[in-house]
């Protein structure tokens, strides 16, 4: 029987053997091996670290003295599941939540291993992993939930409200009155389809499934149409100033994307900064300064004269939920952005404008895609 040693050894048949020469210590998850007797004969750093069971008094221990798991409900998992015995077919258990001493979770995957099928099991090899990322993406996704169930909730009432009120009630109002509710109406289910659309890119970037459909795009007049929505809306005239230095190169991307991305940015500076807004669009290197097409972006800065973003916030801007005022919106807005930029092989970063505001500064590489060439 193998006994501890301060590191694994390497004769034929030892755990490191078995590992193709790999030191189990190397390993990130915590790695047990049982042999057919059911004594360990190996317990890696990780494994000791999660289980807080020293290697020494591991191994050459029974796997259920080693490794004294419980399933949620209490039982004894190794009682449970038999892994010597039972059913000569089965492969081993999937990853599951399992209880180590003290109620401590752990991610838990069997697999037995047999010289020849149907043979009797020769060893048992269980991974370990520790289940914090799994509750950070848990959380994660509870906040997602609480924030779009909150910002569904106003548009979603007034909608209701409103269509209730004017099919209850519609001869009792003049037609500026309708005019006004359904205006209203648009203007919530509006909002309700921009949610949905961020929770599906959002769904995408993680998933890393966000499709780009490149065309030519000129974002000198995509800024321009932004702006003049901007001002459709109310905002004055000189709240805008856009300057582009040309010539721009030749930028292929997807003009729906790049739309959403400027909306997000000059929406941003609208309502989170003050005075002036200044769009700047002009050629970038976009490579290490080599040469040629491949080489060059174009580059956009949106800057405005607000109080800007603190230094301690500036590597948060681009997260999940990031609000830098209490003015509303979802938090998701910057980080779809970022998604955007950098699935167009892109780059955005956030500093501080001259005048003190908050800058944000996207970049992104031209030239026409390979298919077209």
Same mark, same amino acid.
């Given at each position: 029987?193998?006994?501890?040693?301060?590191?694994?050894?390497?004769?034929?048949?030892?755990?490191?053997?078995?590992?193709?020469?790999?030191?189990?210590?190397?390993?990130?998850?915590?790695?047990?091996?049982?042999?057919?007797?059911?004594?360990?004969?190996?317990?890696?750093?990780?494994?000791?670290?999660?289980?807080?069971?020293?290697?020494?008094?591991?191994?050459?221990?029974?796997?259920?003295?080693?490794?004294?798991?419980?399933?949620?409900?209490?039982?004894?998992?190794?009682?449970?599941?038999?892994?010597?015995?039972?059913?000569?077919?089965?492969?081993?258990?999937?990853?599951?939540?399992?209880?180590?001493?003290?109620?401590?979770?752990?991610?838990?995957?069997?697999?037995?291993?047999?010289?020849?099928?149907?043979?009797?099991?020769?060893?048992?090899?269980?991974?370990?992993?520790?289940?914090?990322?799994?509750?950070?993406?848990?959380?994660?996704?509870?906040? %997602?939930?609480?924030?779009?169930?909150?910002?569904?909730?106003?548009?979603?009432?007034?909608?209701?409200?409103?269509?209730?009120? %004017?099919?209850?009630?519609?001869?009792?109002?003049?037609?500026?009155?309708?005019?006004?509710?359904?205006?209203?109406?648009?203007?919530?289910?509006?909002?309700?389809?921009?949610?949905?659309?961020? %929770?599906?890119?959002?769904?995408?970037?993680?998933?890393?499934?966000?499709?780009?459909?490149?065309?030519?795009?000129?974002?000198?007049?995509?800024?321009?149409?932004?702006?003049?929505?901007?001002?459709?809306?109310?905002?004055?005239p000189d709240r805008f100033v856009a300057r582009v230095r040309r010539p721009l190169p030749e930028l292929w991307a997807d003009p729906d994307k790049i739309d959403q991305v400027l909306g997000n940015l000059l929406e941003n500076a609208v309502r989170h900064g003050e005075g002036t807004v200044t769009?700047?669009?002009?050629?970038?290197?976009?490579?290490?300064?080599?040469?040629?097409?491949?080489?060059?972006?174009?580059?956009?800065?949106?800057?405005?004269?607000?109080?800007?973003?603190?230094?301690?916030?500036?590597?948060?801007?681009?997260?999940?939920?990031?609000?830098?005022?209490?003015?509303?919106?979802?938090?998701?807005?910057?980080?779809?952005?970022?998604?955007?930029?950098?699935?167009?092989?892109?780059?955005?970063?956030?500093?501080?404008?001259?005048?003190?505001?908050?800058?944000?500064?996207?970049?992104?590489?031209?030239?026409?895609?390979?298919?077209?060439?």
């Amino acid at each position: 029987m193998t006994r501890a040693t301060s590191r694994p050894e390497t004769a034929a048949g030892t755990p490191a053997a078995l590992l193709g020469g790999c030191d189990p210590d190397d390993l990130p998850d915590g790695l047990v091996i049982a042999d057919g007797d059911g004594r360990v004969v190996c317990f890696n750093t990780a494994a000791a670290r999660i289980t807080r069971t020293p290697r020494a008094q591991a191994i050459g221990a029974p796997l259920e003295r080693a490794l004294p798991l419980q399933d949620l409900k209490g039982r004894r998992w190794w009682a449970l599941t038999d892994p010597y015995g039972g059913l000569a077919i089965r492969g081993g258990q999937p990853e599951r939540n399992l209880l180590l001493p003290g109620s401590r979770e752990v991610l838990v995957a069997a697999r037995y291993v047999r010289d020849r099928p149907l043979g009797p099991v020769e060893r048992v090899v269980v991974t370990l992993r520790g289940t914090e990322a799994r509750r950070r993406t848990e959380r994660s996704h509870a906040e %997602l939930i609480a924030t779009v169930a909150h910002e569904l909730r106003s548009p979603l009432t007034s909608v209701k409200g409103f269509t209730a009120t %004017l099919l209850a009630k519609w001869e009792r109002f003049t037609d500026d009155q309708k005019r006004l509710m359904l205006q209203t109406v648009d203007a919530d289910a509006g909002r309700i389809t921009r949610l949905i659309a961020e %929770l599906l890119d959002i769904s995408r970037i993680d998933s890393g499934r966000l499709e780009v459909r490149r065309q030519p795009v000129d974002l000198a007049a995509a800024v321009g149409r932004h702006i003049q929505a901007h001002l459709s809306c109310g905002e004055p005239p000189d709240r805008f100033v856009a300057r582009v230095r040309r010539p721009l190169p030749e930028l292929w991307a997807d003009p729906d994307k790049i739309d959403q991305v400027l909306g997000n940015l000059l929406e941003n500076a609208v309502r989170h900064g003050e005075g002036t807004v200044t769009i700047e669009v002009a050629p970038a290197d976009a490579g290490a300064g080599g040469e040629g097409d491949q080489e060059k972006g174009t580059a956009v800065t949106v800057s405005d004269e607000g109080p800007g973003i603190p230094e301690d916030s500036m590597a948060r801007v681009f997260t999940r939920f990031w609000r830098g005022s209490k003015r509303g919106g979802t938090g998701l807005g910057l980080y779809i952005v970022k998604g955007i930029v950098e699935a167009h092989g892109g780059t955005i970063t956030v500093g501080r404008a001259p005048s003190g505001g908050a800058q944000f500064r996207f970049t992104l590489p031209v030239g026409t895609p390979a298919g077209l060439l």
